[in-house]
Each structure stands twice: as C-alpha cells, then as structure tokens.
C-alpha cells in the first residue's frame, strides 16, 4: 500500500510538457515570430547581396526570352517599313552614306547578290545630341539600338532577324533604348564604330550592286 502512494505521488508530481506548453502557446507564438523577425532582418542586410547588372546578360536573356532565334527563317517583310538611322562615329568620311547604298540596293557576296531593301530615313555623323539621346559611345565600337518595345509590338523581332540576317551581325550586339522621343523618330539605330567592316557583311559594301 505505501508503495503504490509513494507511485501515485511520483506521477503526481512529474512535469506535464503537453499542458504546459497549452498554457503558454501564445507566448511560444510571439517569440517564434520574433525570432523569424530578427534572423529576416540579418539575413536581408548582411546576407543578401544585391544583384550585379551584366547589361550584355540582359540583352542576350531579353532576345531568349522572345525567340528571336528561330525567326531567322520568315522571308518576304516590307523591310522599308522599318525606320533606320545610320550614324557614323568613326574618322571615315562618307561612310554613312556608303551604308545608306549598301542598304537600299544590296551588296554582293560570294557571287551572290543580296538585295538591299531597307530605306534609311537618316544618314549622318553621331553629333552631340545624338550622345545626349544614347550616351557617349566608344568610337571603336559599332552599336545597334532598338527603340521599339516588343512587349507592344512583338511582330518587329521578325524584322529585327531580318535586319541581323542582312547585316551579318550577332545578336549580341543589340541593345534596347526605349523611349518616347526615339520611337517617334525611329526603329533603329546604327553607330558606326571602327569595326563597322569585322565579322560581319558590312565588308562587302565596299561597292553597292545595281
């Protein structure tokens, strides 16, 4: 008999987990939020490192993401329907207006003769303004800008294939300078650089067909 008290009295007195942690749930609630508050808090400011821009990156991600690459093969567009600007940003003269030629009549490569259909709505040398509209741009370098928003106007990376299928440009090249003012003027913009004629098939207008 005085076992069995003395076992009554043992179980008595042992911690019930369950019921306590019933008594104090909002208690453990508040604290497990806090901390979930405090390690957000740390994580954000010291373990989060902000993104680094690769602005090549964008424009290649930008062209996957509208698959321009399998547009290479749509023939048959009305390429004087896209408004172009050629500017030119080296010490050559006249070489803008060589590639107006080379664009609205063709060139000819490797005995074939490839038609040029385009009409350039400009030709001129990348003046001040020009700079202040697409930035300062190193004359070494030949840059394509398109300020047509594709989001809006997704037929135009038809053209834009056509236009890299003519030129022999990588898509690489691209960049996307969107705004207001540009579009009212144009669709594109070519920047001559230095290496206007490198890896590309602006080499063969050296002498437009006719």
Same mark, same amino acid.
């Given at each position: 008999?005085?076992?069995?008290?003395?076992?009554?009295?043992?179980?008595?007195?042992?911690?019930?987990?369950?019921?306590?942690?019933?008594?104090?749930?909002?208690?453990?609630?508040?604290?497990?939020?806090?901390?979930?508050?405090?390690?957000?808090?740390?994580?954000?400011?010291?373990?989060?490192?902000?993104?680094?821009?690769?602005?090549?990156?964008?424009?290649?991600?930008?062209?996957?993401?509208?698959?321009?690459?399998?547009?290479?093969? *749509?023939?048959?567009?009305?390429?004087?329907?896209?408004?172009?600007?050629?500017?030119?940003?080296?010490?050559?003269?006249?070489?803008?207006?060589?590639?107006?030629?080379?664009?609205?009549?063709?060139?000819?490569?490797?005995?074939?003769?490839?038609?040029?259909?385009?009409?350039?709505?400009?030709?001129?040398?990348?003046?001040?303004?020009?700079?202040?509209?697409?930035?300062?741009?190193?004359?070494?370098?030949?840059?394509?800008?398109?300020?047509?928003?594709?989001?809006?106007?997704?037929?135009?990376?038809?053209?834009?294939?056509?236009?890299?299928?003519?030129?022999?440009?990588?898509?690489?090249?691209?960049?996307?300078?969107?705004?207001?003012?540009?579009? *009212?003027?144009?669709?594109?913009?070519?920047?001559?650089?230095?290496?206007?004629?490198?890896?590309?098939?602006?080499?063969?207008?050296?002498?437009?067909?006719?």
């Amino acid at each position: 008999m005085l076992n069995k008290n003395r076992q009554r009295r043992y179980n008595y007195n042992k911690p019930n987990y369950i019921l306590i942690l019933k008594n104090n749930s909002s208690i453990i609630l508040f604290f497990t939020i806090l901390v979930i508050m405090i390690y957000s808090i740390i994580d954000y400011n010291f373990f989060n490192e902000p993104p680094i821009v690769d602005v090549q990156r964008h424009n290649l991600e930008k062209i996957r993401e509208f698959n321009l690459n399998e547009l290479y093969n *749509q023939k048959n567009l009305n390429h004087n329907e896209v408004r172009i600007w050629i500017l030119n940003n080296t010490d050559q003269t006249g070489l803008a207006g060589k590639m107006r030629d080379c664009f609205e009549i063709g060139y000819q490569k490797n005995e074939k003769k490839i038609k040029g259909d385009y009409i350039i709505y400009k030709q001129d040398n990348f003046k001040s303004e020009d700079r202040y509209d697409l930035g300062k741009i190193n004359s070494e370098v030949t840059k394509v800008f398109v300020h047509v928003d594709l989001e809006d106007y997704p037929k135009f990376k038809t053209h834009i294939q056509e236009f890299l299928s003519f030129t022999g440009f990588e898509s690489e090249i691209i960049d996307y300078e969107y705004s207001q003012k540009l579009y *009212q003027e144009r669709d594109i913009t070519i920047i001559l650089g230095n290496n206007w004629n490198k890896n590309n098939n602006l080499i063969y207008c050296k002498e437009s067909i006719n």
